[in-house]
């Protein structure tokens, strides 16, 4: 019996999890993670942001000291072009991202998010909007809600893809100043 419960006992330590090691590989967000975001799925705001992103195409400071940190804007042979990166409050209050969302009153059931968030395209002369589902509601990160002092978040917004020949646009969200970045090929 008490062999039983030791044997048992040492199973249940060695299960589960998943995380086999200390290479702290949970440290980032799983292809899932990242394939859920990419779908449109939306972000609750919970997420973490990768601990080392691996550039910086641009980096936006707007009112109440928020920073957007872009840190890829990839073109997917889908037709689409996903831009992502970190939002990080540097102020002394918390941040709802309300104004980010944009005045398309029609299709404003995004909440907190960066909805209002466009691709400027000035050679072509063209905007590029979000993305939206049928229900009206931003391919992009939504729940940005209670943003706290030095809390950063990650972020992600998907447009219609400029031309293949169009590799720098502007990114612009309200309340922020534009911001030149350059879209790579996915």
């Known amino acids: 019996m008490a062999l ?27 292809a899932s993670t990242t394939a859920s975001k990419k779908a449109g799925t939306g972000s609750t705001g919970n997420d973490t942001p990768s601990a080392t992103p691996t550039q910086v195409l641009a980096q936006i400071k707007g009112e109440k000291d928020m920073v957007l940190t872009i840190n890829s804007a990839v073109r997917d042979s889908g037709g689409f072009v996903t831009v992502s990166g970190v939002v990080t409050n540097n102020g002394t ?59 950063s978040r990650p972020f992600f917004a ?16 309200p309340t922020m100043p534009p911001a030149k970045i350059t879209i790579s090929e996915g």
């Open 4 to 30: 039983a419960a030791s044997a048992a006992f040492t199973l249940t330590g060695c299960g589960g999890g998943g995380g086999g090691g200390d290479d702290k590989a949970g440290d980032k967000p799983s």
């Open 93 to 151: 209050s918390g941040f709802t991202a309300n104004l980010w969302v944009g005045s398309e009153t029609a299709l404003s059931h995004s909440g907190a998010s960066v909805a209002g968030a466009v691709l400027v395209d000035e050679a072509g002369k063209k905007r590029y909007y979000v993305l939206r589902d049928t229900d009206g509601r931003c391919l992009c990160t939504m729940g940005l809600v209670g943003i706290q002092p030095k809390e």
């Open 158 to 173: 998907q447009f219609p893809a400029p031309p293949t020949a169009t590799t720098q646009v502007d990114f612009e969200l």
